[in-house]
């Protein structure tokens, strides 16, 4: 058995994980560990990391000098939630008939201040209730928060470095209240979802998968950071606003963009060497370069290029399954994706290594790669490096009546794929007469990702892919739709294809091994186990993906997975107490164990003033 780590200790704070030490010690219900304090009174009150509201203990508001600022009565943490919950639905009853975007604010704005306020009932309602709330901290909503940043913004969360900075973060890191930090997720606000570059605003990104952090995987907020790293915009609606939050300058380019980047990233590792770094929504021109910079000097990756390839690909050999075909008929699939971009030609690399660890290094896959010129072919001019090694030979292209910049709809009608997959950030690039061609699919059920986010981004809906498409196909899109009903009590299932089934256990598992960088293997093991979730029966239905309710059990066993291949490739350097020779000897069961009692829950811990 893995002893869990009592975090309160390490941290002064949120001793709040799922103790298996008191446990196996108490036969009662745990009692959770005590939490330090370093401060008292009001100051508690308003530190939403500690503060219970009205039910600190009457013991506690002696101890910690709280008596006289709360009403008397104290209200027990099912009553708050409750009453919590019930305000919820009050908003959502008020808001009915009221514009979508006016209802998805207020839901965000409810949830917001509550976060601002107390984190633990925060992080109790969102993990009870993920399916619910994930479309508001996360895709579509935050997009929308995104947008409207600037006027939303009440209360700082998370850092800020900007271009202003230089020079200055090295000393700047150690504003951090926090000792410990774990995760941090870093944007610098330039491809936000597909929304583009939104500066400062892009903020919401990494605070909204954060929050997906804590939710999935378990990590302690008290070790949680989001970055803006605000360079400038390019966005000339945002240099134009006046209330704007961000630096009203155009970006920084080249050499001065890059050394501002390494200035932060030396800083991030100068104070939490062991840290996690995810990278997130940099646009084209720098998700590659500064993945390839930092891959192999830290613990980081890039989620929208690694991250999405995993999801991608378990979604892919899915769909093989879903036609009755062994998996090793990936290597023969026609898959066509549109948008070559950080997310399409991650998508793209993935998928080409699994064909060759499958069909053997010479196989050619029969993926074709489209941008907003059409087909990309060798006899492209200008073509990205990194798009380079999918341009398809002119040959092959000419062979199916198809020419280097052929339109989609040429393409799908020429090609008959058996998967069309959109990372393009373009809505309604799915358009019926393209959804109608997929009717002419090689596949007996053709597969539809509509991947772009937030929804009004998305290639397609899941109503208009099964009304033209056909009934028989699978369907996966960034952002949640509905099931669709297709009369007959059939029902088209809308699976979410989104990288939240992955980057919270690629974070969690790099963590929790103490890895020195995030390698391939990690992130094959992490698509692997995601691919290899789904029963037989569940395929069968459509369903590529889990319930995002069962998240943390997702996320527990993707957690496992990449320890297992960290410790396989000798990067793992343990974690706490747990050095690399007990990950080594841990079978995957007594892994999954090790991640899942690693998982911070939050109750309220009983609080201890240490000056
Ligand atoms: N579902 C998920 O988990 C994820 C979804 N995404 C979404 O993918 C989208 C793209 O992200 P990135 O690749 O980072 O953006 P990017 O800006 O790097 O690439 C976009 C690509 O789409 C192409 N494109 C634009 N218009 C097109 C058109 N009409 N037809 C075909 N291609 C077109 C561009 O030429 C470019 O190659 C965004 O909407 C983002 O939200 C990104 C990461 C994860
Ligand atoms: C999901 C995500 O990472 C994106 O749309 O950029
Ligand atoms: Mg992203």
């Known amino acids: 058995m893995w002893r869990s780590r009592v975090i309160s200790s390490a941290v002064g704070g949120g001793g709040r994980s799922r103790n298996k030490l008191f446990s196996s010690i108490c036969s009662t219900t745990p009692v959770p560990a005590p939490c330090i304090v370093h401060k008292r009174g009001s100051d508690i009150l308003h530190d939403p990391w500690f503060n219970k ?5 009457l013991t506690e508001r ?30 959502e009853h008020n808001t009915q008939g009221q514009p979508l975007t006016v209802v998805s604010l207020a839901k965000w704005r409810i949830l917001n201040r509550l976060h601002d306020r107390n984190e633990t009932l925060y992080y109790r309602a969102l993990i009870d209730n993920i399916k619910h709330f994930a479309p508001i901290i996360y ?32 000393s700047m890191i150690y504003n951090w209240p926090a000792k410990q930090v774990d995760m941090i997720v ?81 800083a991030l590792h100068a104070r939490w060497p062991k840290a996690v770094v995810q990278f997130e929504d940099f646009q084209f021109k720098w998700a590659f370069e500064t993945l390839e910079r930092y891959r192999k000097k830290i613990c980081m990756f890039n989620d929208d290029i690694q991250g999405t390839a995993g999801v991608a690909l378990a979604g892919l050999l899915g769909t093989v399954r879903a036609q009755g075909r062994p998996l090793s008929d990936f290597a023969n699939q026609k898959i066509v994706v549109v948008g070559a971009g950080s997310a399409g030609l991650g998508v793209l690399n993935m998928a080409y290594q699994a064909v060759a660890r499958m069909a053997g290094p010479k196989a050619k896959p029969q993926f074709f790669l489209l941008d907003k010129n059409g087909l990309i072919t060798t006899e492209r001019v200008g073509v990205e490096s990194a798009a380079a090694p999918f341009s398809k030979p002119i040959e092959e292209v000419k062979s199916l009546g198809l020419h280097e910049g052929s339109d989609l709809l040429d393409v799908v009608k020429k090609v008959k794929p058996h998967v069309l997959l959109g990372l393009s950030g373009v ?16 596949s007996s059920k053709p597969a539809i990702f509509a991947m772009s986010n937030p929804t009004l981004n998305a290639e397609c809906t899941a109503a208009d892919a099964f009304k033209h498409a056909g009934e028989n196909i699978v369907f996966g899109s960034g952002s949640p739709f509905e099931n669709v009903d297709l009369g007959n009590g059939k029902v088209g299932h809308v699976n979410q294809a989104n990288n939240m089934y992955l980057f919270p256990g690629i974070g969690l598992g790099s963590l929790l091994s103490g890895a020195r960088i995030i390698s391939d293997g990690m992130l094959q093991a992490a698509s692997e186990c995601l691919a290899s979730y789904m029963t037989e029966e569940e395929i069968q239905m459509g ?12 996320t527990a066993e993707v957690g496992a997975a990449v320890i297992k291949a960290a410790v396989a490739e000798e990067l793992a350097e343990g974690h706490c107490e747990v050095g690399p020779k007990e990950l080594a000897h841990m079978s995957k069961e007594e892994c999954v164990e090790y991640v899942t009692s690693n998982m911070w829950y939050p109750i309220y811990s009983p609080l201890v003033h240490e000056k």
């Open 53 to 57: 509201d009205t039910g600190f203990p």
């Open 62 to 91: 002696d101890r910690l000098g709280l008596r006289g600022l709360l009403p008397p009565r104290v209200i027990s943490f099912q009553q708050q939630y409750d009453r919590f919950m019930e305000s919820f639905r009050s908003l």
């Open 139 to 170: 895709t579509p909503t935050v997009g929308l928060v995104c947008q409207n940043y600037s006027g939303l913004f009440r209360r700082p969360r998370g850092m800020y470095f900007s271009a202003k900075d230089k020079g200055e973060m090295m």
């Open 186 to 266: 870093l944007t610098d606000g330039s491809r936000i979802l597909g929304l583009g570059d939104l500066g400062v605003q892009g903020m919401a990104i990494p605070i909204g998968k954060l929050d997906m952090y804590v939710a999935a995987a378990g990590i302690n907020p008290q070790r949680v950071l989001p970055i803006m790293l605000d360079v400038g915009t390019n966005n000339h609606h945002l240099l134009e606003n006046p209330l704007y939050i961000g630096l009203r300058q155009p970006r920084l380019e080249g050499e001065e963009y890059i050394s501002v980047v390494d200035e932060l990233m030396e």
């Open 427 to 442: 809505g309604g690039v799915f358009n019926e007469d393209v959804l109608k061609a997929m009717r002419n699919s090689d």
């Open 543 to 554: 369903r590529l993906y889990p319930s995002i309710d069962s998240i943390r059990h997702i």
